[in-house]
């Protein structure tokens, strides 16, 4: 099974400077990759994803994600954040081979935007 | 579209009670999911359906039933609520079954058990 690390449980940054969330995965297999964001008090809305193609993802409010099958990774990037970016970020992967489809969720990233 | 609706937002059970949580889809979608969001933990799969009278059991199906009879419709049923169901239950659908579109979530009920 699949399983996913977020490293950092919280991230404080001041608006407008550069954010960089960090998503690594386990499996070597072919994968779907996705980011959700979810404001307070709400459900998770699909940020972007990765099926295959370019590694460089682009998605909703400025926010792009870099595939890097080397290092297990799909970091989330966004270069100025604004106060309305602060929200939970939760990374997902599933297999694009055999396996289980459901997608894994990691445990969050809060990211907290100062002004 | 209303998108995946779950009712109530909120409630409070006595240890013991049972309820059922809600969740209709307007998108004929087939594919639909129950998660719970503990802090710090993310979320967990409870159960899933790949379509109507389909249903099946994900990471932690203790505690809870579901029932799948039309495609709209997708309840969760807790039958003895204990302290350790207290969390934030999401619905969500997808058109197909790897989600490559995106799961729709609905906005969530709010669980507290005492």
């Known amino acids: 099974a699949q399983s996913v690390t977020q490293l950092d449980s919280q991230v404080p940054v001041f608006e407008e400077a550069p954010v960089e969330l960090r998503c690594n995965y386990s499996?070597?297999?072919?994968?779907?990759l996705f980011w959700y964001v979810q404001y307070p008090n709400q459900g998770l809305q699909l940020l972007l994803k990765y099926l295959s193609g370019s590694t460089l993802v682009k998605g909703i409010n400025g926010f792009e994600a870099e595939f890097n099958k080397s290092q297990t990774s799909f970091h989330l990037r966004k270069p100025s954040v604004h106060i309305s970016d602060t929200a939970e970020y939760f990374c997902?992967?599933?297999?694009?081979?055999?396996?289980?489809?459901?997608?894994?969720f990691g445990r969050g990233t809060s990211l907290i935007v100062h002004p | 579209n209303a998108g995946v609706t779950q009712t109530p937002k909120f409630r409070i059970l006595k240890i013991g009670q049972s309820m059922t949580l809600q969740c209709t889809q307007d998108?004929?979608?087939?594919?639909m999911y129950w998660y719970r969001q503990d802090p710090g933990m993310g979320l967990k799969l409870i159960y899933y359906?790949?379509?109507?009278?389909?249903?099946d059991k994900g990471e932690v199906p203790n505690g809870y039933n579901v029932s799948r009879s039309t495609t709209e419709d997708f309840p969760l049923r807790l039958e003895l609520a204990a302290p350790s169901q207290t969390s934030v239950y999401f619905c969500a659908s997808s058109y197909e079954d790897r989600g490559l579109g995106g799961y729709t979530f609905g906005s969530g009920t709010r669980l507290t058990v005492v």
């Open positions: 499996s070597s297999v072919s994968v779907y």
């Open positions: 359906s790949v379509g109507a009278g389909i249903t």
């Open positions: 998108m004929n979608h087939n594919y």
């Open positions: 997902a992967v599933s297999d694009a081979g055999g396996g289980s489809y459901i997608p894994t």
